[in-house]
T-cell receptor, first 115, second 114 residues
Framework: DTAVSQTPKYLVTQMGNDKSIKCEQN?????MYWYKQDSKKFLKIMFS???????INETVPNRFSPKSPDKAHLNLHINSLELGDSAVYFC??????????????FGQGTRLTVV | AQSVSQHNHHVILSEAASLELGCNYS??????LFWYVQYPGQHLQLLLK??????LVKGIKGFEAEFIKSKFSFNLRKPSVQWSDTAEYFC????????????FGSGTRLQVQP
């Protein structure tokens, strides 16, 4: 049973295309995230949703649009893809014990290559 | 704002050598601290975490870390590394209350030679 699953695992596409990455978690967590890992392995938060509400939107181009249809799903849609969007995108989820934050669980990652 | 510094970018060890990876953080409030490991081509897995209590925490695969509040440090240790420990190691923090998103260090690539 995969806790956080994202699809596809690999995505190769041409510049200018629009693509989506899907993420689902079966942990019952209330918060989901998208992180971007660049070619130097640096991980940075892009978006965070809590109970379907956007709570973190880091300085990400508005070509990136997250959508959370329910607490268990957080999708990432990218318009007009650029070469610089090539990276590994990780979905994650976490839950709070009351107001106390806990650890995040990560999906397998989606390696996006824009050619 | 939170920030995390990992001083060792690339560490090469022989099997059975001892490991210590440095991690320092900067944040004005109370934090949770984590070490994640990323094996080649894989996702991030939690090695260990510190929320409160005993500052020496033990994780999976024989790893441990010590939280030293006065030094804002959370160094990762393992007495004897194995070839299978070859991976990228990330230190991360989040705010105990409030912002839950993790802030990561730049990672340390550990290469263990047989």
């Amino acid at each position: 049973d995969t806790a956080v699953s994202q699809t596809p695992k690999y995505l190769v596409t041409q510049m200018g295309n629009d693509k989506s990455i899907k993420c689902e978690q079966n942990l019952g967590h209330d918060t989901m995230y998208w992180y971007k890992q660049d070619s130097k392995k640096f991980l940075k938060i892009m978006f965070s949703y809590n109970n379907k509400e956007l709570i973190i939107n880091e300085t990400v181009p508005n070509r990136f649009s997250p959508k959370s249809p329910d607490k268990a799903h957080l999708n990432l849609h990218i318009n007009s893809l650029e070469l610089g969007d090539s990276a590994v995108y990780f979905c994650a989820s976490s839950h709070a014990r009351g107001v106390i934050a806990t650890e995040a669980f990560f999906g397998q990652g989606t390696r996006l290559t824009v050619v | 704002a939170q920030s995390v510094s990992q001083h060792n970018h690339h560490v090469i060890l022989s099997e059975a050598a001892s490991l210590e990876l440095g991690c320092n953080y900067s944040y004005g409030g109370t934090v949770n601290l984590f070490w994640y490991v990323q094996y080649p081509g894989q996702h991030l897995q939690l090695l260990l975490k510190y929320f409160s209590g005993d500052p020496l925490v033990k994780g999976i695969k024989g790893f441990e870390a010590e939280f030293i509040k006065s030094k804002f440090s959370f160094n990762l240790r393992k007495p004897s590394v194995q070839w299978s420990d070859t991976a990228e190691y990330f230190c991360a923090v989040n705010a105990r209350t409030g912002r839950r998103a993790l802030t990561f260090g730049s990672g340390t690539r550990l290469q263990v030679q047989p």
